[in-house]
């Protein structure tokens, strides 16, 4: 036996690990319906439960998530727009379930199908709602920068604003900023606003430090987050790489105009 694989368990390991197993949990009967725990970890960091029902007349059974997707969005305060709703139907679509009533819907099924289903539905349950909070993060990111666009509005007064601005750094690349404000006196402030994803961060931090290689006393540059977004520390200790000062967006204002 190879000494990297372990002996073959004995009657007491075995009866140990069974015990262990023994405290998972079981389907349980509530509200007149079938409950299945799982061990699929939601986006929303607790585990999917696949609902059963159906059977009283054909011995046919539907499986869904309960509700639970567009009760977890409500719960945290999301609007059910229809590019959200919308979402959630194309991922159901993709795994051959529907959305009826706010609910993922799969079947119905025969009986001898429905043990074999649940990890199925739960893993559909844990992609809509990726789906879906997809969604919700272009909507917010939208939306903060719809707020940041009105704030360097009032900053500009007798400037510019700019979205989508390009310049060129030192390495000739060229480079697309979130945010360009021109103000009087020929300066210009250059501001971008990543999101906490690794791809975001990597290319705010590229454009940002090959901007200031340029050394020009006519820039100002800045990146701003929105704590709201939850950044992971080690995220925003990536940021400050760029070199250039790294603000909250509450703080954005009086930063720009120091």
Do not use: C
């Not at 061990?39 to 607790?46: K, M, N, Q, W, Y």
Request: net charge positive; proline share 6%; aromatic share 6%.
């Amino acid at each position: 036996m190879s000494e990297n694989l372990s002996p073959s368990m004995g009657g007491q390991q075995g009866a140990r690990v069974l015990s262990a197993l023994a405290t998972r949990r079981k389907p349980y009967i509530a509200r007149g319906k079938v409950h299945v725990p799982t061990d699929v970890i939601l986006p929303s960091h607790d585990l999917a439960i696949v609902v059963v029902e159906g059977g009283a007349k054909d011995d046919r059974y539907t499986l869904s998530d309960g509700g639970h997707l567009f009760t977890t969005l409500d719960l945290q305060g999301y609007r059910l727009t229809p590019a959200v709703i919308k979402a959630a139907k194309r991922a159901a679509a993709h795994r051959g379930a529907s959305i009826q009533n706010y609910e993922i819907i799969f079947g119905p099924v025969p009986l001898e199908a429905v043990p074999a289903l649940i990890s199925h539905v739960a893993e559909l349950e844990r992609e809509a709602m990726l789906a879906t909070f997809k969604i919700l993060a272009k909507q917010e990111r939208r939306a903060l920068k719809d707020r940041i666009s009105g704030l360097l509005e009032q900053i500009a007064e007798a400037g510019t604003v700019s979205s989508s601005y390009k310049m060129q750094g030192s390495t000739t690349a060229m480079h697309r900023f979130d945010f360009a404000l021109a103000l009087p006196g020929r300066k210009k402030v250059l501001l971008d606003v990543p999101v906490p994803d690794p791809q975001s961060i990597a290319a705010t931090i590229l454009r940002q430090a090959d901007i200031a290689r340029l050394s020009s006393s006519h820039l100002a540059q800045f990146i701003t987050f929105d704590p709201q977004d939850n950044w992971p520390a080690p995220s925003l200790a990536q940021l400050q790489l760029a070199g250039v000062p790294l603000i909250a967006v509450s703080s954005l204002r009086e930063t720009i105009l120091q």
